[in-house]
């Protein structure tokens, strides 16, 4: 797809700048600021990264207001972010689309209902009593598991496994390799060996979820684990048995939440937090990289570091442990001077 800058503008509804009153450039990409050439729309999110456009070659900028001396056009919008979004959608391969029906080499059981519009790739296997909505995609090797309901509009990318009893909202998607309604890490130690607790609640996914590559969403062993509608999964997360979590989540990679805890609204887990069990998360928390909460934490906080802190506080414990070197050193030679003064008052006596 290639546009001139008035098409460009006129597609993601933006204020044109500056724009050349001769010949137009043509703009067949976006890219960031330096590594934008003269066919590409770049963009500035914030003002830190100004100074940079001077030198970019990027035939025009996306920006929320319009910024002096730029030798460049300028599109301005009322949110970068959303015009991003338009112009990578505007941009992005055009792959060729799933087709609609069942493929030859899937395996279809009895009682099977299939919306309108499904496509169902090779090798899926699909067992007794699933519902799958309007225009879903199941993509080659998937395995969906009995009674499982899966809504319209979904998609399911390669290898993915829904064990049965799940159940899927509408505008779900799952990337290639995760497995949702596993049994969860529940198990009692009797008479000398680790035995399992059945699990027989299941996974409720709600609209507009969205799971990354190679994440795990464990099954209850009451009720349902449940994933609130909106929330955004990175790879490589496990979500634990009875773990509830709120709408509009974002939940980074290699995170792990235990199970039974709770998140509210709009919770933010950075890479690599870890959530003990049977704990809460306030709405509207953000926890970052690393950080390992063991408690309760109210809503709307800022935690940081292992154990979790308050990231005041946690920037605070970080300059006094980079300090901890240096303090080392200086306690040698303080011990050191102490030695040779008593030394000295030995000799004395």
């Known amino acids: 797809m290639i546009f001139t800058i008035h098409e460009l503008a006129e597609q993601l509804?933006?204020?044109?700048?500056?724009?050349?009153?001769?010949?137009?450039?043509?703009?067949?990409?976006?890219?960031?600021?330096?590594?934008?050439?003269?066919?590409?729309?770049?963009?500035?999110?914030?003002?830190?990264?100004?100074?940079?456009?001077?030198k970019s070659r990027a035939a025009a900028v996306i920006v929320a207001k319009p910024i002096d001396g730029l030798p460049m056009p300028q599109l301005q919008v009322k949110d970068v972010?959303?015009?991003?979004?338009?112009?990578?959608?505007?941009?992005a391969p055009k792959l060729k689309p799933a087709s609609e029906g069942v493929d030859a080499s899937a395996r279809i059981g009895?009682?099977?209902?299939?919306?309108?519009?499904?496509?169902?790739?090779?090798?899926?296997?699909?067992?007794?009593?699933?519902q799958i909505g309007a225009n879903t995609t199941i993509a080659p090797g998937c395995q969906i598991g009995q009674n499982t309901r899966i809504g319209s509009d979904c998609r399911l990318d390669a290898n993915v496994v829904v064990y049965h009893?799940?159940?899927?909202?509408?505008?779900?998607?799952?990337?290639?390799?995760?497995?949702?309604?596993?049994?969860?890490?529940?198990y009692a130690?009797?008479?000398?060996?680790?035995?399992?607790?059945?699990?027989?609640?299941?996974?409720?996914?709600?609209?507009?979820?969205?799971?990354g590559a190679n994440s795990c969403v464990d099954r209850a062993k009451f009720g349902n684990t449940i994933v609130g509608a909106g929330t955004?999964?990175?790879?490589?997360?496990?979500?634990?048995?009875?773990v509830v979590i709120g709408k509009c989540c974002?939940?980074?990679a290699q995170a792990g939440v235990a199970g039974s805890s709770r998140l509210g609204d709009g919770v933010v887990l950075a890479g690599q937090v870890g959530l003990a069990d049977n704990i809460e998360i306030g709405a509207g928390t953000m926890i970052g990289a690393q950080a390992g909460v063991m408690s309760n934490v109210?809503?709307?906080?800022?935690?940081?570091?292992?154990?979790?802190?308050?990231?005041?506080?946690?920037?605070?414990?970080?300059?006094?442990?980079?300090?901890?070197?240096?303090?080392?050193?200086?306690?040698?030679?303080?011990?050191?001077?102490?030695?040779?003064?008593?030394?000295?008052?030995?000799?004395?006596?």
Do not use: Y
């Open 81 to 91: 972010n959303a015009a991003l979004i338009a112009t990578l959608t505007v941009f």
């Open 298 to 349: 109210g809503p709307g906080e800022k935690l940081a570091w292992t154990p979790a802190l308050d990231v005041r506080e946690a920037v605070r414990v970080v300059a006094h442990v980079l300090r901890l070197p240096k303090l080392s050193q200086e306690l040698k030679r303080l011990t050191a001077k102490v030695d040779k003064l008593e030394a000295s008052e030995n000799d004395k006596g």
């Open 189 to 211: 130690f009797i008479d000398g060996a680790h035995r399992l607790i059945p699990h027989n609640g299941g996974v409720i996914l709600e609209d507009f979820v969205e799971i």
């Open 232 to 242: 955004k999964i990175d790879n490589l997360v496990q979500v634990a048995h009875n």
């Open 13 to 54: 509804g933006a204020a044109l700048v500056g724009a050349p009153a001769g010949r137009e450039s043509r703009i067949d990409g976006i890219m960031p600021i330096e590594a934008a050439g003269q066919s590409d729309v770049t963009f500035v999110t914030d003002a830190k990264h100004q100074a940079a456009l001077a």
């Open 165 to 186: 009893s799940c159940v899927l909202g509408n505008h779900v998607i799952i990337q290639a390799n995760s497995t949702i309604g596993s049994v969860g890490f529940g």
């Open 110 to 130: 009895s009682g099977v209902q299939l919306g309108s519009g499904v496509s169902v790739g090779p090798f899926v296997v699909i067992d007794d009593g699933v």
């Open 250 to 252: 974002l939940i980074a």
